[in-house]
């Protein structure tokens, strides 16, 4: 409820460069070749990610946040500069499966149950029947749904649809976590519960994520980092570190902390816009 | 629920009279022909069964679905039995659903081998084969857009076309026998399977393939689990018609030359002795086999694809 | 490693249009079609070819049976130019009225299709609007309609046709009663999902201005449902041209591309029954491709979207 004093640590700018660089890119541009001009969707990005961290990419709409994720995800080629995940190119990253992807929607499967949606990434990847039953289950759990496992996605309303695919992004155990906007199609009341939930599974299994978000006050309260992207050409205008403590509530959005920060970002945002 | 089952219950009642007089009107006719004797049950059935289906079709829930088309169904073949019966309409032009029955009971023993050779032995095989053909080369071309996007439109050129008219050519190359019919319903029932499943397997929306790309699935593993499933719904489809377009096409290709059995065989033959009793039995027994293989996909169709919205209501 | 300059851009724009069209793919299908076809009729007439030659006594190469099996005059499997030549004779060497003229047999056939069509398409549109504003209508006739097209229908094309020949109806009316049947189901199918598409949203709107159901069906449910009544035309005279040719398969019918089908298979005439089932096809493509022009002008006047 109340944020504990002595848990505040505001991260250490010396521990930071110790930690191990999850996502590194460099010089990062893609361009489109549409049928009138070429379209610059990213334009020289320079962003490391290191491992604990929660970074919000946040940006207007066509600001690029959405392409850089795929770019990270190996769904999208760059044509410009580099990018390597854990040291490997995004593919080699892709095949050794270090990540989890969530989409904008649950995109859950509706011919199978909520657990055989949860497994199926552990199917593909050949775990045996009782470990992929086990997990499954723990993960449902973990994400609030342990009593729906038997039931289809059409059963379950949209945020417990999205927990689900979320539970099914982390069966796996990736060491990243790639989110796209998954809460944008919820009403606030949801949301906020999810964000809540989210921000302690981080607090709890300390894995990377990255999340694009275009809401403020929910970067805010997610992340560690909050990239400011620029619209198109997709530029970084400013990467700010968030001070707040790891073990947050939803009542840290009242603190003059949270308010400087979002402040920050409502600033950046305006610097990008102005340039167009 | 008390007021539910009130009107249910009334309805059926309705239904139960109309029924009752309509038995009473067709027996009075059978015995003493069209008369003031059989002017009130025909009244009653009339007043009583229009009721009860009013009141049927505005009520929600399966039994009324069920018993409304049903209801309105023997309202028909009543209204048959007795316009034939009661108007003296020759048998050559319009027999009875009665005279109909009858026929197909006298005539049983040749009406089962025509089924048998028609039916089991030229549209099981030609249907089994056609539809397997079809997805199987819809599966192969699947990786390659460029045949797809060759062969796509011939096959809906195809499909539009009359294709019972290679029925003479098939005779000619496979004989008199079930081998050409099947062979006719083998080309009828390719294309829309092809058709059909080259939809389906476009089906799957561009972030479930994304989702499949991020699990480092192989080609083989998102279809099986993917794409496939998700093309159920237009695979059912193509079966369904396929069900219609088989029975049709042996039926037809049998006008054009047949050994002595079969039931385009029969029809045509027992037209030209104008016993068309018997041909309206045939034709009876088509329309039982083809309703029955139509419905049996549909309860498959059902238990494989029940998650699809079509299904839920 | 920067974007490279890309050389000639309106080059590779059409190139790529190309590679990514339908006109490359379906001609290279096409053209191998037509080499596997040539290929296939050696196949089959080569031991009747090798007969012929035989019994002609002087020696053959094997250069002489391939041309033979492409020049015969009963052959197992036509050659295309075969067939073709047969069309261009029957077509184009014939007066349009005499009966060995395919020209006179495919407009016997097309007359019939289209009053057929006329027919079906009538009913269909009633039907659908029956269905679609009355609910008993709905719950009782609707399930039976589906029901209708799992009996195959065109097994009673003889029936009907022999036995409206003794009443006297010989001639156009037998065959299209027969079209119209088979054509009034995708009609029907597609109005009834066509005046039922309108969002709740707009209804509601029109219950807004209390108007009565009349001006709801000509305001809001009939130019909604042109776009679902296109596509089940178009099925519909396919339909209603196998409809046609079935109907002339019993004796009676002399003329037609059905008739011309059965003589021809009755006498062997092997290029004469492909002449006559291109025909059809051709038929076939010029009715539907008609439908398709007649859609492709509405969607122009409705301003690009139906």
Request: glycine share 8%; net charge positive; hydrophobic share 50%.
């Given at each position: 409820?109340t944020?504990?004093?002595?848990s505040?640590?505001?991260?250490?700018?010396?521990?930071?460069?110790?930690?191990?660089p999850?996502?590194?890119?460099?010089?990062?541009?893609l361009?489109?070749?549409?049928?009138?001009?070429?379209?610059?969707?990213?334009?020289?990005?320079?962003?490391?990610?290191?491992k604990?961290?929660?970074?919000?990419?946040?940006?207007p709409?066509?600001?690029?946040?959405?392409?850089?994720?795929?770019?990270?995800?190996?769904?999208?080629?760059?044509?410009?500069g580099?990018?390597?995940?854990?040291?490997?190119?995004?593919?080699?990253?892709?095949?050794?499966?270090?990540?989890?992807?969530?989409?904008?929607?649950?995109?859950?499967?509706?011919?199978?149950?909520?657990?055989?949606n949860?497994?199926?990434?552990?199917?593909?990847?050949?775990m045996?029947?009782?470990e992929?039953?086990?997990?499954?289950?723990?993960y449902?759990?973990?994400?609030?749904?342990?009593?729906f496992?038997?039931k289809?996605?059409?059963?379950?309303?949209?945020?417990?649809?999205?927990?689900?695919?979320?539970?099914?992004?982390?069966?796996?155990?990736?060491?990243?976590?790639?989110?796209?906007?998954?809460?944008?199609?919820?009403?606030?009341?949801?949301?906020?519960?999810?964000?809540?939930?989210?921000?302690?599974?981080?607090?709890?299994?300390?894995?990377?994520?990255?999340?694009?978000?275009?809401?403020?006050?929910?970067?805010?309260?997610?992340?560690?980092?909050?990239?400011?992207?620029?619209p198109?050409?997709?530029?970084?205008?400013?990467?700010?570190e968030?001070?707040?403590?790891?073990?947050?509530?939803?009542?840290?959005?009242?603190?003059p902390?949270?308010?400087?920060?979002?402040?920050r970002?409502?600033?950046?945002?305006?610097?990008?816009?102005?340039?167009? | 629920?008390?007021?539910?089952?009130?009107?249910?219950?009334?309805?059926?009642?309705?239904?139960?009279?109309?029924?009752?007089?309509?038995?009473?009107t067709?027996?009075?006719?059978?015995?003493?022909?069209?008369?003031?004797?059989?002017?009130?049950?025909?009244?009653?059935?009339?007043?009583?069964?229009?009721?009860?289906?009013v009141?049927?079709?505005?009520?929600?829930?399966?039994?009324?679905?069920v018993?409304?088309?049903?209801l309105?169904?023997l309202?028909?073949?009543?209204?048959?039995?007795?316009?034939?019966a009661?108007f003296?309409?020759?048998?050559?032009?319009?027999?009875?659903?009665?005279?109909?029955?009858?026929?197909?009971?006298?005539?049983?023993?040749?009406?089962?081998?025509?089924?048998?050779q028609?039916?089991?032995?030229?549209?099981?095989?030609?249907?089994?084969?056609?539809?397997?053909?079809g997805?199987?080369?819809?599966v192969?071309?699947?990786?390659?857009p460029?045949?797809?996007?060759?062969?796509l439109?011939?096959?809906?050129?195809?499909?539009?076309?009359?294709?019972?008219?290679?029925?003479?050519?098939?005779?000619?190359?496979?004989?008199?026998?079930?081998?050409?019919?099947?062979?006719v319903?083998v080309?009828?029932?390719?294309f829309?399977?092809?058709?059909?499943?080259?939809?389906g397997?476009a089906?799957?929306?561009?972030?479930?393939?994304?989702?499949?790309?991020?699990?480092?699935?192989?080609?083989?593993?998102?279809?099986?689990?993917?794409?496939?499933?998700?093309?159920?719904?237009f695979?059912?489809?193509?079966?369904?018609?396929?069900s219609?377009?088989?029975?049709?096409?042996?039926?037809?290709?049998?006008?054009?030359?047949?050994?002595?059995?079969?039931?385009?065989?029969?029809i045509?033959?027992?037209?030209?002795?104008?016993?068309?009793?018997?041909?309206?039995?045939?034709?009876?027994?088509?329309?039982?086999?083809?309703?029955?293989?139509y419905?049996l996909?549909?309860?498959?169709?059902?238990?494989?694809?029940?998650?699809?919205?079509?299904?839920?209501? | 490693?920067?974007?490279?300059?890309?050389?000639?851009?309106?080059?590779r724009?059409?190139?790529?249009?190309?590679?990514?069209?339908?006109?490359v793919?379906?001609?290279?299908?096409?053209?191998?079609?037509?080499?596997?076809?040539?290929?296939?009729?050696?196949?089959?007439?080569?031991?009747?070819?090798?007969?012929?030659?035989?019994?002609?006594?002087?020696?053959?190469?094997?250069?002489d049976?391939?041309?033979?099996?492409?020049?015969?005059?009963?052959?197992v499997?036509?050659?295309?130019h075969q067939?073709?030549?047969e069309?261009?004779?029957?077509?184009?060497?014939r007066p349009?009225?005499?009966?060995?003229?395919?020209?006179?047999?495919?407009?016997?056939?097309?007359?019939?299709?289209?009053?057929?069509?006329?027919?079906?398409?009538?009913?269909?549109?009633?039907?659908?609007?029956?269905?679609?504003?009355?609910?008993?209508?709905?719950?009782?006739?609707?399930?039976w309609?589906?029901?209708?097209?799992?009996?195959?229908?065109?097994?009673?094309?003889?029936?009907?046709?022999?036995?409206?020949?003794?009443?006297?109806?010989?001639?156009?009316?037998?065959?299209?009663?027969?079209?119209?049947?088979?054509?009034?189901?995708?009609?029907?199918?597609g109005?009834?999902?066509?005046?039922?598409?309108?969002?709740?949203?707009?209804?509601?709107?029109?219950?807004?201005?209390?108007?009565?159901?009349?001006?709801?069906f000509?305001?809001?449910?009939?130019?909604a449902?042109?776009?679902?009544?296109?596509?089940?035309?178009?099925?519909?005279?396919?339909?209603?041209?196998?409809?046609?040719?079935?109907?002339?398969?019993?004796?009676?019918?002399?003329?037609?591309l059905?008739?011309?089908?059965?003589?021809g298979?009755?006498?062997?005439?092997t290029?004469?029954?492909?002449?006559?089932?291109?025909?059809?096809?051709?038929?076939?493509?010029?009715?539907?491709?008609a439908?398709?022009?007649?859609?492709?002008?509405?969607v122009?006047?409705?301003?690009?979207r139906?």
């Amino acid at each position: 409820m109340t944020i504990a004093q002595a848990s505040r640590t505001a991260t250490p700018t010396a521990a930071a460069e110790t930690r191990p660089p999850v996502v590194d890119a460099r010089g990062l541009t893609l361009v489109y070749q549409t049928a009138d001009a070429p379209v610059t969707a990213l334009s020289d990005i320079n962003l490391t990610i290191r491992k604990g961290d929660f970074v919000s990419l946040i940006g207007p709409s066509g600001c690029g946040k959405t392409t850089l994720m795929r770019v990270v995800a190996d769904l999208e080629k760059p044509t410009g500069g580099s990018v390597t995940v854990n040291g490997k190119t995004p593919e080699q990253a892709r095949l050794d499966r270090s990540y989890g992807y969530v989409f904008q929607a649950p995109a859950l499967y509706p011919w199978r149950s909520i657990e055989r949606n949860v497994t199926l990434p552990l199917e593909i990847m050949g775990m045996a029947k009782a470990e992929r039953q086990d997990r499954a289950r723990r993960y449902l759990d973990l994400v609030g749904l342990g009593g729906f496992a038997r039931k289809f996605p059409w059963q379950l309303s949209g945020g417990m649809q999205q927990r689900a695919s979320i539970a099914r992004a982390m069966s796996f155990e990736p060491d990243l976590l790639l989110m796209d906007e998954p809460f944008g199609a919820l009403d606030e009341i949801t949301r906020d519960k999810l964000n809540l939930h989210l921000v302690r599974l981080w607090a709890q299994t300390g894995m990377t994520v990255v999340f694009v978000t275009h809401s403020i006050p929910e970067a805010v309260f997610l992340s560690s980092r909050i990239v400011v992207m620029s619209p198109r050409p997709g530029r970084i205008m400013e990467v700010i570190e968030s001070g707040l403590p790891r073990d947050r509530d939803l009542d840290v959005r009242e603190t003059p902390e949270f308010l400087d920060v979002a402040h920050r970002v409502r600033v950046a945002l305006r610097t990008g816009h102005s340039y167009d | 629920m008390g007021r539910a089952l009130d009107s249910l219950a009334a309805a059926l009642g309705l239904a139960g009279l109309a029924v009752a007089s309509g038995l009473v009107t067709v027996a009075r006719l059978a015995a003493e022909g069209p008369g003031p004797s059989t002017v009130v049950p025909l009244l009653i059935t009339l007043i009583a069964g229009g009721s009860a289906l009013v009141r049927l079709s505005s009520r929600e829930g399966w039994p009324s679905r069920v018993a409304t088309p049903l209801l309105f169904g023997l309202i028909l073949l009543w209204g048959w039995e007795v316009v034939v019966a009661g108007f003296q309409v020759p048998r050559i032009l319009l027999p009875a659903p009665s005279a109909i029955g009858e026929a197909l009971a006298r005539a049983w023993p040749t009406l089962a081998a025509d089924f048998w050779q028609t039916f089991v032995r030229s549209v099981i095989p030609g249907y089994a084969i056609g539809s397997g053909a079809g997805f199987l080369v819809a599966v192969a071309i699947d990786r390659s857009p460029f045949l797809q996007r060759g062969l796509l439109p011939l096959g809906s050129m195809i499909s539009a076309m009359p294709i019972v008219g290679i029925a003479p050519i098939m005779v000619m190359w496979f004989g008199f026998d079930w081998q050409s019919k099947a062979a006719v319903v083998v080309v009828m029932t390719f294309f829309p399977m092809l058709v059909n499943t080259l939809a389906g397997l476009a089906a799957a929306g561009a972030m479930e393939r994304d989702l499949m790309r991020s699990y480092a699935a192989s080609y083989l593993q998102t279809l099986v689990r993917l794409r496939l499933p998700n093309a159920l719904p237009f695979i059912f489809n193509a079966l369904k018609l396929n069900s219609t377009l088989a029975l049709i096409g042996a039926i037809v290709a049998e006008f054009f030359g047949t050994p002595i059995v079969g039931m385009g065989f029969r029809i045509s033959t027992e037209v030209a002795r104008m016993n068309v009793d018997v041909v309206w039995a045939t034709i009876a027994l088509a329309a039982l086999a083809g309703s029955a293989s139509y419905g049996l996909i549909s309860l498959v169709e059902r238990g494989t694809t029940f998650w699809h919205p079509s299904f839920r209501k | 490693m920067t974007a490279a300059a890309i050389p000639g851009p309106a080059r590779r724009a059409l190139s790529r249009r190309l590679a990514q069209g339908r006109a490359v793919p379906l001609a290279v299908v096409l053209a191998v079609l037509l080499v596997v076809w040539y290929a296939a009729a050696v196949w089959l007439n080569a031991p009747q070819a090798g007969e012929q030659l035989d019994r002609a006594g002087t020696p053959w190469t094997t250069a002489d049976l391939v041309v033979r099996s492409w020049a015969m005059e009963r052959p197992v499997l036509p050659a295309p130019h075969q067939i073709g030549a047969e069309l261009y004779e029957s077509v184009l060497n014939r007066p349009i009225d005499s009966r060995r003229s395919l020209v006179y047999h495919a407009q016997v056939t097309l007359s019939a299709t289209l009053a057929g069509f006329g027919f079906g398409v009538a009913l269909g549109i009633l039907l659908a609007i029956g269905i679609v504003h009355l609910r008993t209508l709905d719950r009782s006739l609707m399930p039976w309609i589906i029901a209708s097209q799992t009996i195959p229908i065109l097994a009673i094309a003889p029936m009907v046709v022999v036995v409206l020949g003794n009443l006297g109806f010989t001639g156009l009316l037998p065959k299209a009663l027969i079209s119209g049947y088979l054509s009034f189901f995708p009609v029907t199918i597609g109005m009834v999902k066509g005046l039922r598409s309108p969002d709740p949203l707009q209804l509601d709107l029109m219950r807004t201005y209390s108007a009565r159901p009349m001006h709801v069906f000509a305001k809001l449910r009939w130019p909604a449902s042109v776009g679902f009544l296109f596509p089940s035309l178009k099925v519909a005279i396919a339909l209603a041209l196998v409809g046609a040719i079935v109907a002339e398969l019993p004796t009676g019918a002399q003329a037609g591309l059905g008739a011309r089908l059965l003589t021809g298979s009755y006498y062997g005439q092997t290029v004469q029954i492909w002449a006559a089932l291109f025909m059809a096809s051709f038929l076939a493509m010029l009715a539907v491709g008609a439908v398709g022009l007649a859609e492709r002008a509405l969607v122009r006047f409705r301003g690009g979207r139906l």
